[in-house]
């Protein structure tokens, strides 16, 4: 689901307009039921990325990675020395 709402998120980013689809094998339930819950959760997903907060999101993102600079070094061991 984190991987579905992840992927719809950069999809808004990016200002995709075009169509999903399902890659789906129901062998336990009917087909029609399955694309029905496919496309009830995925709506309920896009609702769910439109409120991420994208600025916040953006803060959050250098943060960590201002917090992890020190990590960029090409010498193995300079975090040895921490």
Do not use: H
Not at 21 to 37: H, N
Not at 50 to 69: H, N, P, R, T, V
Request: hydrophobic share 35%; glycine share 6%.
């Amino acid at each position: 689901m984190w991987d579905t709402l992840d992927f719809i998120y950069y999809l808004d980013r990016i200002g995709y307009q075009g169509w999903l689809s399902f890659d789906i094998f129901p062998f336990r339930m009917d087909g029609f039921r399955a694309v029905e819950l496919c496309i009830k959760n995925n709506k309920n997903l896009i609702k769910l990325a439109e409120k991420i907060d994208k600025q916040e999101l953006a803060q959050a993102g250098d943060y960590e990675s201002k917090k992890f600079s020190c990590c960029s070094s090409n010498d193995p061991g300079s975090l040895a020395s921490d």
